[in-house]
């Protein structure tokens, strides 16, 4: 961390995923010490254990947080998984313990099975950008119902990526996939393309746009989102004929 702060003029964010509350709090604070501006805590788990109940796994994250503010003074956001089933009260709980921000969605290491040799191989895959949709979905909803930033991660590839979360209303949008298979230059792309739509579009600033297409804060997001499903389907019988089987 000390020797990446001190090689470039711009702020370093640690990332970092801990085992114990202890574990948490200690890597935080050296982190911290050693020049890092913000913290993004990881708390990447798959729960193995089927006897443990979703809001045994929700307190965690929440102890985290607590853990984590505790030792640092710089800012603190959480990367979280899509799993939860109830995501906007999770995301309430960790706002609420005081978390700076939310990134939102982790992407899990899924392993493959090679049917030849019949043995689990372990798989690392690029984002793709259909795998935006539910990033999107839920920063357009949490937009103006947290005081976290919401930062998006996941699927973005290009300039109009980057432009569709924004509409959405996140802060930040991050992207490494992107940067894996193009270089690190191509961030220059990124920033141009979508300078060049927000000039086709009359914005002067992003502050212009952001969360033009949120979900408004006087509106029920349940029935907005069931609007959307209706409409979908609706859409889908338009494109792909009647392919729904009635009783």
Not at 42 to 58: F, M, T
Not at 103 to 124: G, H, S
Request: hydrophobic residues 50%.
């Amino acid at each position: 961390m000390e020797s990446c702060v001190a090689a470039v003029d711009i702020p370093v964010i640690g990332s970092l995923n801990g085992a114990s509350l202890s574990g948490w709090a200690e890597t935080a604070r050296r982190m911290q010490e050693t020049g890092a501006a913000a913290l993004e805590v990881n708390p990447y788990a798959v729960p193995g254990d089927l006897g443990v109940p979703g809001s045994a796994i929700e307190e965690r994250h929440v102890e985290i947080v607590h853990a984590v503010k505790d030792a640092v003074s710089i800012p603190v956001a959480m990367k979280l998984s899509p799993f939860f089933s109830a995501t906007g009260t999770v995301c309430h709980m960790l706002d609420a313990a005081g978390i700076d921000g939310l990134v939102l969605f982790n992407r899990f290491l899924q392993p493959d099975i090679d049917i030849e040799t019949m043995l689990v191989r372990p798989a690392v895959t690029l984002s793709a950008p259909y795998e935006a949709g539910l990033a999107r979905t839920w920063i357009a909803i949490l937009r103006g119902h947290v005081r976290a930033s919401l930062a998006a991660t996941t699927g973005v590839e290009t300039g109009a990526d980057v432009a569709k979360y924004l509409l959405a209303g996140a802060d930040v949008v991050m992207t490494a996939s992107a940067l894996l298979r193009h270089g690190r230059s191509y961030a220059a792309t990124l920033l141009a393309d979508l300078s060049a739509w927000m000039e086709r579009k009359d914005f002067a600033t992003i502050d212009d746009f952001r969360g033009l297409l949120a979900i408004g804060t006087d509106v029920h997001a349940g029935d907005f989102e069931r609007a959307g499903y209706v409409a979908a389907l609706s859409h889908a019988k338009e494109t792909y004929g009647d392919f729904l089987v009635r009783a």
